[in-house]
């Protein structure tokens, strides 16, 4: 079965960081996009950093951009977001996810996986 688990989450103080970790299984995601997304209450997905498939391309939400990096490790099959200078505004839960077709991962949808995502809450 495939699968993409998300890892990392915690509860962690305004300035303050996390390294989120996402472990794919079931299939090589070498040739894949790969993304980070989060999703709070009240507010709609948004789409915080995107990789390719070299690791030579990424994006990133100008609300993450300058704080937080997105990084990919093609033989272990995993994605990383390293995320510094938290605000609380960053509470949300993250999901990873993976996509042949950049629009997809621009647009957020027709997402080829999906990971259930991991809680980050950041405190005043």
């Known amino acids: 079965q495939v699968q993409l688990v998300e890892s990392g989450g915690g509860l962690v103080q305004a300035g303050g960081s996390l390294r989120l970790s996402c472990a794919a299984s079931?299939?090589?995601?070498?040739?894949?996009?790969m993304a980070w997304f989060r999703q709070a209450p009240g507010k709609e997905r948004e789409l915080v950093a995107d990789i390719d498939w070299s690791g030579g391309s990424t994006f990133y939400a100008d609300s993450a951009l300058g704080r937080f990096t997105i990084s990919r490790d093609n033989a272990k099959n995993t994605v990383y977001l390293q995320m510094n200078s938290l605000k609380p505004e960053d509470t949300a839960v993250y999901h990873c996810?993976?996509?042949?077709?950049?629009?997809?991962?621009?647009?957020?949808?027709?997402?080829?996986?999906w990971g259930q995502g991991t809680q980050v809450t950041v405190s005043s």
């Open positions: 996810a993976a996509d042949v077709n950049l629009p997809d991962i621009r647009a957020g949808l027709y997402l080829d996986y």
């Open positions: 079931g299939r090589t995601f070498s040739n894949y996009y």
